[in-house]
């Protein structure tokens, strides 16, 4: 339990009942706002699991005496190279306790979880169980007690260079720090890049 949330591994979920009853189960989520968010879920995540590719989380509420699925997030292992040239003296410092530097590139290169996906269910409102902050909050506590055991003090994510993306992530301790441009067969997305936030865990 996080913050009174029940987090749900997925992989330990079809294992315990069974891969078809688990996409019966998912195929009641719902994310309007986010198509790419609702795809991953109903249709990929099941297999990234079995993959070691990721890891998705449900999070569960109890909701008028029953468990509700009120969003997840998906986990990944990630190394990026950081450009120092948007790093304030003091992220420097702190990054360069967990990074290597190459001067040549003047970057450094740091292995940090990836929150891939983070999205909330819209169906029959449970949307409004849960804030967008809380949720995120609580990806970034199940990444806190991964590095408890691996090390390391950031976690890392990509989004759409959008206001509303970017001040959501950034009122939740977030900082841009370089733009990565997308790949041919990243077509679900708008424009040309994503922005590539940083977070040190505290």
Known sequence: MIHGYKIVNLQELVEEVGEEFTK?????????INQDVEHFLKDKAIEF?????????????????????VGYFTLANKTISVSTKKLSSTAKKRIAKFA?????????VLSAPLIAQIGKNYTDGSNKIISGDE??????EKVKSV????????????????????????????????????????????????????????
């Open 49 to 69: 699991s079995k993959q070691g590719l990721s890891q998705t989380h449900l999070v569960m509420a109890s909701h008028k005496k029953k468990m509700v699925l």
């Open 24 to 32: 019966e189960y998912l195929s009641n989520f719902s994310c309007p």
């Open 100 to 108: 290597i530097y190459y001067p040549q590139i003047r970057k450094y």
């Open 147 to 202: 590095q408890y055991d691996l090390g390391g003090r950031y976690v890392y994510l990509e989004c759409e260079d959008k206001p509303v993306l970017t001040e959501f992530y950034g009122r939740n301790g977030f900082y841009e720090f370089d733009q990565r441009m997308l790949d041919k067969e990243e077509t679900n997305f708008d424009g040309d890049y994503l922005v590539q936030m940083l977070k040190y865990l505290k």
């Open 135 to 140: 949720l995120l909050g609580i990806a970034c």
